[in-house]
């Protein structure tokens, strides 16, 4: 079955420690994103991409970077972990429109980072 | 800019009482209009959607109507169960100038009890 990927699914790790979170959708989505979810549940978007080698920033500045090389394959990279970068992430990824689903948005089940 | 607000929460209701989530939205456009549900320990699954004004979105008991008089798209459900417990997010994309990028609300936590 068609879906989108999240490992790990939960990360403890040292202050200052480089960190890569995986993301892989299987849908052949040409649009994918990351956000990050407050213990207060908002969601902001902090990284997406539109296609293979382009990415943006999001509406929230993130000290995380992101790279797409290929079109099932999204990750977000912190390269130096502090406890600010405590949170949920959420990968996100997108087709084109249709009436029955929209635009097909289908989230990974997360990956919870506590960096102590 | 476009924006989405939700009611505060948390709600916590009894298992068949109904439910109103309100959403409003602010967008620069005609906006397409979603609501999403998130389990305990899981990403976001999209509940139901309107795409046009007065459009009904439906989906496991829940209705949702696109008023764009008063730019709102408030979640109800006549009785709700227990296995509705979650937190729900209103969203809206605008495609003429966010493409397919959705805003979201800043979620509601509903707590149905037995």
């Known amino acids: 079955e068609a879906d989108i990927y999240q490992t790990p699914r939960y990360l403890v790790i040292g202050t200052g420690k480089k960190i890569t979170l995986e993301c892989s959708q299987t849908?052949?989505?040409?649009?994918m994103y990351w956000y990050q979810q407050d213990p207060g549940m908002e969601l902001h978007l902090i990284h997406y991409?539109?296609?293979?080698?382009?990415?943006e920033k999001g509406d929230l500045s993130s000290e995380s970077t992101v790279s797409r090389i290929r079109t099932e394959h999204f990750p977000l990279t912190l390269e130096s972990a502090r406890p600010s970068h405590t949170s949920q992430y959420l990968c996100?990824?997108?087709?084109?429109?249709?009436?029955?689903?929209?635009?097909?948005?289908?989230f990974g089940s997360g990956t919870r980072l506590t960096v102590v | 800019g476009n924006s989405v607000t939700q009611m505060e929460g948390p709600v916590t209701l009894s298992e068949e009482a109904f439910l109103t989530i309100n959403c409003t939205y602010t967008?620069?456009?005609?906006?397409?209009l979603f609501w999403y549900v998130q389990y305990p320990g899981e990403g976001l699954q999209l509940l139901l959607k309107?795409?046009?004004?007065?459009d009904k979105g439906s989906n496991k008991g829940f209705e949702a109507t696109y008023r764009k008089e008063t730019t709102s798209f408030h979640l109800e459900k006549g009785s709700v169960q227990v296995s509705d417990s979650a937190v729900y997010f209103c969203?809206?994309?605008?495609?003429?100038?966010?493409?397919?990028?959705?805003?979201f609300g800043e979620g509601t936590q509903l707590t149905v009890n037995p």
């Open positions: 309107a795409t046009k004004a007065d």
């Open positions: 849908m052949g989505h040409d649009k």
């Open positions: 991409s539109y296609g293979v080698n382009s990415t």
């Open positions: 967008a620069t456009g005609y906006p397409s």
């Open positions: 996100a990824s997108s087709g084109s429109w249709s009436e029955n689903r929209g635009y097909g948005y289908t």
């Open positions: 969203a809206l994309s605008l495609m003429e100038t966010s493409g397919s990028r959705l805003t």
